[in-house]
């Protein structure tokens, strides 16, 4: 008997047919051996030619929420994507599993972008983005251009020291590979984000970063809101999609 909402979407994901073929998925990625991506669900049509421009979200969606597919549609509005990967992986740099297993979040994903042509789904061996821009080079055409959707609170994470032995150099090989689409976070606005990119140490990398404005009523919206609401019980629906809601039917 599910003892809460968080348990009962919990439980509908562990009767899925597919729910045990994507926990041996996870289990069967190494984070200590050359990056990997397998997709789970791909877009029709998936991007087969050079030069065409993949964005990729990569999270933690525990679970999935407004703000995340608003940042979606308007990225893929703003820049023209052809294709959006929607990522999870095994392993992330600074975050621990709790909340909804990693099955269950993958079935989650794929659930939403089943209804969307241009939505890929997958999953990652390996937390930094350096390991996954290489494993997508395996499996993507040569000259693919590789935009990762991220938030503010992201960003700072990606320019904080304490993840480089070699801050400039590896950074450099970073920007090389992949572009950076930043969206507002919270009390984290555009001038925010724009002055954050001013420091001396990091304005080099400010040709690599662009933004997408969310509104308010996204911009405050976050995966502990929704899981303390799913614990206690009471409505998510004006915080996460209906894909998600069917899903507690």
Same mark, same amino acid.
């Given at each position: 008997?599910?003892?809460?909402?968080?348990?009962?979407?919990?439980?509908?994901?562990?009767?899925?047919?597919?729910?045990?073929?994507?926990?041996?998925?996870?289990?069967?990625?190494?984070?200590?051996?050359?990056?990997?991506?397998?997709?789970?669900?791909?877009?029709?049509?998936?991007?087969?030619?050079?030069?065409?421009?993949?964005?990729?979200?990569?999270?933690?969606?525990?679970?999935?929420?407004?703000?995340?597919?608003?940042? *979606?549609?308007?990225?893929?509005?703003?820049?023209?994507?052809?294709?959006?990967?929607?990522?999870?992986?095994?392993?992330?740099?600074?975050?621990?599993?709790?909340?909804?297993?990693?099955?269950?979040?993958?079935?989650?994903?794929?659930?939403?972008?089943?209804?969307?042509?241009?939505?890929?789904?997958?999953?990652?061996?390996?937390?930094?983005? *350096?390991?996954?821009?290489?494993?997508?080079?395996? *499996?993507?055409?040569?000259?693919?251009?590789?935009?990762?959707?991220?938030?503010?609170?992201?960003?700072?994470?990606?320019?904080?020291?304490?993840?480089?032995?070699?801050?400039?150099?590896?950074?450099?090989?970073?920007?090389?590979?992949?572009?950076?689409?930043?969206?507002?976070?919270?009390?984290?606005?555009?001038?925010?984000?724009?002055?954050?990119?001013?420091?001396?140490?990091?304005?080099?990398?400010?040709?690599?970063?662009?933004?997408?404005?969310?509104?308010?009523?996204?911009?405050?919206?976050?995966?502990?809101?929704?899981?303390?609401?799913?614990?206690?019980?009471?409505? *998510?629906?004006?915080?996460?999609?209906?894909?998600?809601?069917?899903?507690?039917?």
């Amino acid at each position: 008997m599910a003892n809460s909402l968080l348990d009962l979407l919990i439980q509908k994901c562990e009767n899925h047919p597919d729910y045990e073929r994507y926990t041996e998925l996870f289990n069967r990625l190494d984070p200590t051996a050359s990056p990997q991506i397998e997709l789970v669900h791909r877009a029709a049509p998936s991007i087969s030619e050079r030069g065409k421009k993949l964005g990729i979200f990569s999270g933690s969606f525990n679970p999935l929420t407004l703000a995340h597919t608003k940042m *979606i549609e308007d990225t893929i509005a703003k820049y023209q994507l052809d294709e959006l990967l929607l990522l999870l992986a095994k392993a992330n740099v600074d975050k621990t599993v709790f909340g909804l297993p990693l099955a269950a979040r993958l079935l989650t994903l794929k659930r939403y972008a089943e209804d969307r042509p241009k939505f890929s789904v997958g999953v990652s061996s390996h937390g930094r983005y *350096i390991d996954k821009v290489t494993a997508l080079k395996v *499996i993507l055409p040569p000259e693919t251009e590789f935009h990762f959707i991220v938030g503010y609170d992201t960003l700072v994470r990606i320019f904080d020291p304490i993840y480089y032995t070699d801050f400039h150099s590896e950074l450099g090989k970073l920007f090389r590979e992949a572009r950076f689409i930043v969206a507002n976070r919270a009390e984290a606005d555009i001038k925010t984000i724009e002055s954050f990119m001013s420091q001396p140490k990091i304005r080099r990398y400010i040709p690599y970063v662009s933004c997408v404005l969310l509104p308010d009523v996204y911009a405050y919206m976050s995966s502990t809101e929704v899981r303390e609401l799913l614990m206690q019980g009471e409505t *998510i629906e004006h915080l996460v999609p209906t894909s998600i809601l069917a899903m507690l039917d």
